[in-house]
Nanobody
């Protein structure tokens, strides 16, 4: 019922900027928070940023001075990255805590994940 689709990844020069977007596709749900994580092959998935339905913003210490996140609407968010470094190279995943709506009631939150978009920072 809910699909998350990331876009905007690609190759960027060190020091450059890039915007990633995540779109939630479907209906009969409410997104309570949306998040970005990233993963380098062979390493664990790392939290990057999140934004709740109420506007609470969280950024990891490693990116807080360079990245930001904002909602375009209730079903779309953007991760804005600047001053990119080679260590930012990873697959970036969008996730959302989603409450499905059934019979006029909100079900308990369930996490959904996109398939990821590759970001490569290289000269």
């Amino acid at each position: 019922q809910v699909q998350l689709v990331e876009s905007g990844g690609g190759l960027v020069q060190p020091g450059g900027s890039l915007r990633l977007s995540c779109a939630a596709i479907g209906s009969m749900f409410r997104i309570n928070s949306m998040s970005w994580h990233r993963q380098v092959p062979g390493l664990s998935r790392e939290f990057v940023a999140s934004l709740s339905r109420y506007g609470t913003l969280k950024l990891s210490d490693s990116v807080s001075d360079r990245f930001t996140i904002y909602k375009n609407n209730d079903k779309n968010m953007t991760l804005e990255m600047s001053s990119l470094k080679s260590e930012d190279t990873a697959v970036y995943y969008c996730s959302a805590a989603v409450s499905l709506i059934q019979s006029g009631k909100f079900l308990p939150d369930r996490d959904y994940w996109g398939q990821g978009t590759q970001v490569t920072v290289s000269s």
